[in-house]
């Protein structure tokens, strides 16, 4: 099978290194791919919002399965325009999408399905927005309505923050169109996990648990980013949360959605919080998550060919998925200034000496090749990711990875795992 993977991130490095292994495959492409995924497949030019040339390299090449990446291409319906053609692709259609697209549409989905969730309201009207705001009171969370490659959610301390907040959006400043209308939400406390599954619609598979680190700094305290590492196992994922996870939040979306006329076929990721032995639903995304897709590949066992294969028939009755006993742990090193502007063309050290470490890979995302070097090209550069018997394990030989790499300014957390430890010990 030729297989065309559509992203340049980390979790797109760690599709096509999934993908690389199985027997199925003799030819991987990757639009745009990074350095990492030129050693396991063709990079091609082509960016990810490119979808006629996307669809004509595709086409012309006699691709078999096409798996995208990021949500970007999904909401801009790539998988509608390649079913169109009759090629074969993973993902939502566009309108299936619109469940990450949206958050105002999210919000009322999970309220007419009674899936748990905080309470909001949604606004394209100041006055209004700041008299909710006021009822409320703080912290309250402000969200931009649309996609805002994961910056678009504002914790406010106080209402005036929320209303100024309110008001950059809808101005069009923040986010632009993005932000022209704005969820406001009841702020959540408790240990949040990533939920992923992947269905064709009708039956869901659960992926492993996992637990992402969205804020820059350790003790999760400074401005939220797209993740800075994240574990599988997530021991706050008990069996009991697991259960309620698919039957108060999975299973009523995924047939919801069915109801609405937006049938969803692919990975639906739900960011849950959890506290007191109960589950709320903080977003839905229509794709992998970044970086918990890393860890979540290093430990999956069964070839996950042919799981995309079946979703993207739109029958996965007769496939599973099987895990290895290990954890997995990803730390992702970052450029200096991430999640704000940040540096690049810093030549990446010790990327060969990682190489050398056992159960342990390097996942490139924000890197770039110039004159024969890898230098940083992005604000995540890299995912360090390693199995280990348990958590504990896996964590030492991921920081054992990452003391291997360098360059000027690279910053990364040191307390990926640590809510794990706290509650395995
Ligand atoms: P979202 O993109 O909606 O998941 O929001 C990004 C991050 O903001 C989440 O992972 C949480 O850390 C935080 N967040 C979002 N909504 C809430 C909420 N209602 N209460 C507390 N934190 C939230
Ligand atoms: N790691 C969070 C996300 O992919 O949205």
Redesign the pocket.
Same mark, same amino acid.
Request: proline letters at 0%; glycine letters at 14%.
């Given at each position: 099978m030729k297989i065309l993977v559509i992203g340049g991130g980390g979790r797109e490095h760690a599709l096509v290194w999934k993908i690389a292994q199985s027997p199925l495959v003799t030819k991987i492409y990757c639009a745009p791919g990074n350095p990492g995924t030129a050693a396991l497949a063709e990079n091609l030019p082509i960016a990810v919002d490119q979808l006629d040339k996307l669809l004509a390299f595709a086409y012309e090449n006699g691709i078999d399965l096409t798996v995208v990446g990021p949500e970007q291409p999904l909401s801009l319906g790539i998988v509608d325009l390649f079913e169109s053609h009759g090629l074969k692709v993973f993902g939502p259609s566009q309108k299936a999408a619109f469940i990450e697209g949206s @958050?105002a549409f999210s919000k009322d989905l999970m309220q007419k399905y009674n899936v748990p969730t905080?309470a909001y309201g949604v606004f394209t009207d100041l006055v209004e927005a700041e008299a909710f705001i006021n009822r409320t009171g703080a912290p309250i /969370?402000v @969200?931009a309505d649309g996609l805002a490659a &994961?910056k &678009? /959610?504002i914790?406010a301390q106080t209402c005036e923050e929320a209303v100024t907040a309110v008001r950059d959006m809808l101005s069009g400043n923040a986010f632009g169109s993005a932000g022209s209308r704005v969820v406001i +939400?009841?702020? %959540?406390?408790g240990e +949040?996990a990533s939920f992923l599954v992947i269905t064709d619609g009708k039956n869901i598979i659960p992926l492993a648990s996992a637990q992402?680190h969205?804020a820059i700094f350790d003790g999760d305290l400074g401005p939220?980013t797209g993740g800075m590492g994240a574990y599988s196992p997530a021991p706050v994922v008990t069996p009991d949360i697991h259960e309620k996870a698919m039957q108060q939040v999975i299973r009523p979306t995924v047939e919801g959605m069915a109801m609405e006329g937006r049938p969803y076929r692919g990975v639906l990721y739900a &960011?849950l919080?959890v506290k007191g032995g109960e589950v709320k639903t %903080?977003?839905f995304n229509a794709r992998f998550g970044d970086p918990e897709c890393q860890p979540l590949l290093m430990r999956m066992k069964s070839d996950i060919v042919p799981v995309l294969c079946a979703v993207a028939d739109g029958d996965l009755s007769a496939v599973g998925i099987e895990w290895h006993d290990k954890a997995a742990v990803c730390v992702v090193m970052a450029a200096e200034g991430y999640p704000g502007d940040y540096r690049k063309g810093d030549v990446i050290a010790g990327l060969d000496r990682a190489a050398g470490l056992d159960d342990l890979y390097v996942f490139h995302a924000g890197t770039a090749e110039k004159e024969g070097a890898c230098v940083t090209n992005g604000g995540r550069v890299l995912g360090v990711t390693a199995l280990g018997t348990t958590v504990k394990d896996a964590i030492a030989s991921a920081y054992q990875g990452v003391s291997q790499i360098t360059w000027p300014g690279v910053q990364y957390r040191s307390d990926i795992g640590k809510k794990a430890l706290e509650r395995t010990q």
């Open positions: @958050k905080a /969370v @969200k &994961g &678009g /959610v914790i +939400e009841e702020f %959540l406390t +949040e992402d969205k939220n &960011g919080m %903080l977003e």
